[in-house]
């Protein structure tokens, strides 16, 4: 851990949650496809349902496409390089998040459609427990509980605050938004 650097140990810890097959580097085939597959049996799609799976998967895969892309762009990958290692990652997703990348803001929008299961303008605290845990499996509901506060209720622009401020601030308090990401994070 980076005691140095909150942010950074953040996105680390982003990273190995993404990793799927522990190998210290991303790659959509191996690692992101078979989580976005799980979520998807998770929550049962029908066809009826592949819009709003399908909106998520696209959501991943634009911020994906960016994170490489601009990899690319820097010299830090050559161009037929599939795979991001985890400082690269690290590097790409602290420029998107400086760039204030439309990616990350439709990722924040997606998610929060996506875990709204309840026809309501809210998440609760089971709806956000139900998406953490599927990309981590140690998420815990009082790690969830701390996100909540005792207000019960997440609004949607709540959601978009605790995600902005887990990738950017410095703040002590600004982790407990890892939960969103399925990050198991205390501070
Ligand atoms: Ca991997
Ligand atoms: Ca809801």
Redesign the pocket.
């Known amino acids: 851990m980076d005691m140095d650097n909150p942010v950074l140990d953040r996105h680390e810890k982003l990273f190995d949650a993404l990793d799927t097959n522990k190998d210290g580097a991303l790659d959509w085939f191996a690692d992101l496809q078979p989580q976005l597959d799980r979520i998807a049996k998770a929550y049962s799609f029908n066809p009826d349902d592949v819009g709003k799976f399908g909106d998520l998967k696209s959501a991943y895969l634009d911020f994906w496409a960016e994170c490489m892309f601009n990899a690319v762009s820097l010299s830090m990958l050559k161009a037929d390089q599939k795979s991001l290692p985890k400082h690269e990652f690290t590097l790409m997703l602290r420029k998107l998040v400086v760039e204030n990348d439309a990616t990350l803001h439709n990722l924040k929008r997606t998610m929060f459609r996506f875990m709204?299961?309840?026809k309501?303008q809210?998440?609760?605290e089971p709806?956000v427990l139900r998406f953490a845990q599927l990309w981590n499996k140690d998420i815990e509901p009082q790690d969830v509980k701390q996100l909540f506060r005792g207000t019960g209720t997440i609004t949607d622009e709540q959601f978009g605050i605790f995600f902005f401020r887990f990738l950017n601030d410095f703040l002590p308090d600004a982790v407990v938004g890892g939960v969103l990401f399925g990050v198991r994070y205390r501070p």
């Open positions: 709204n299961t309840e309501d809210e998440l609760s709806e």
